[in-house]
């Protein structure tokens, strides 16, 4: 897998803001680049929406999430059938009931601004560990190969500083084969299309753990039957299923 940018900042001197504007496409740093990643950020304040610290508490964390697992080996490079096993991924969904209050007032706060018309949105957020010398997820994919509808968004929400090799990677036009990372931090959150442009990890090789959680939103004009179902949950790409049940509109729920 060809890689355009390799560099990366030391631990201590990762980027502390993501160099775009909200709703705006990538630019300065990245956008110099010829494989800039297309994706917009959408900003939130971490005090009104704690989720960082609702899931350091969910996984029992006491110290910074990006510490998490230092202490141990990383093991055995995760694939797509065990990424989401390892304990962490098994407290986060155990504990999520803590958590989705946060969750939900970010979907119909900044998330619904960001929509601006009617949608669905996922109705549990995946979780993801990205180890020291491991991997987030386990291959360089498209939503789509894995079933997801088209017109869906992919919001990528780091909850510890992301940048280089413990970020996720993503191509810069579809079938491009090109790709660089994005580059955020708590507080941000990168939305791209990712049923279309192929995304994944390289090995973590910034000594810093990042920890993070994506979901996707989908406007209802868009959602149409089918009968696909997610490869982590089982669970068909519908309204009450994967998706949220109620749709959310403008500033409430629609029956």
């Given at each position: 897998m060809p890689f355009s940018h390799a560099s990366e900042a030391a631990p201590d001197t990762a980027p502390d803001a993501v160099p775009v504007e909200l709703l705006e496409d990538a630019t300065s740093a990245a956008d110099a680049q010829e494989d800039a990643p297309d994706?917009?950020?959408?900003?939130?304040?971490?005090?009104?929406?704690?989720?960082?610290?609702?899931?350091?508490?969910?996984?029992?964390?006491?110290?910074?999430?990006?510490?998490?697992?230092?202490?141990?080996?990383?093991?055995?490079?995760?694939?797509?059938?065990?990424?989401?096993?390892?304990?962490?991924?098994?407290?986060?969904y155990a504990h999520f009931d803590d958590i989705r209050p946060a969750y939900l007032a970010l979907i119909y706060g900044p998330v619904r601004k960001f929509m601006a018309e009617p949608f669905y949105y996922q109705a549990v957020p995946t979780f993801r560990v990205h180890l020291p010398g491991n991997v987030a997820v386990g291959e360089f994919h498209t939503d789509g190969q894995y079933g997801h509808p088209v017109g869906e968004l992919s919001f990528w929400m780091p909850l510890t500083k992301a940048w280089g090799s413990n970020s996720v990677w993503i191509e810069g036009d579809?079938?491009?084969?090109?790709?660089?990372?994005?580059?955020?931090?708590?507080?941000?959150?990168?939305?791209?299309?990712?049923?279309?442009?192929?995304?994944?990890?390289?090995?973590?090789?910034?000594?810093?753990?990042?920890?993070?959680?994506?979901?996707r939103c989908i406007p209802t004009r868009l959602l149409r039957p089918t009968e696909a179902k997610s490869i982590n949950t089982g669970m068909r790409f519908a309204p009450g299923g994967y998706y949220s049940e109620s749709v959310v509109g403008a500033g409430f729920a629609l029956a």
């Open positions: 994706y917009r950020v959408l900003r939130y304040g971490v005090k009104e929406f704690p989720i960082g610290k609702l899931v350091a508490e969910a996984l029992g964390v006491a110290g910074r999430l990006d510490r998490l697992g230092s202490a141990t080996a990383a093991g055995e490079r995760w694939v797509r059938e065990n990424d989401q096993a390892s304990a962490w991924h098994r407290e986060f579809p079938g491009s084969d090109r790709y660089a990372p994005i580059v955020a931090k708590p507080g941000e959150i990168a939305v791209f299309n990712a049923v279309e442009l192929r995304h994944g990890n390289q090995a973590n090789t910034t000594g810093r753990t990042r920890v993070s959680f994506d979901f």
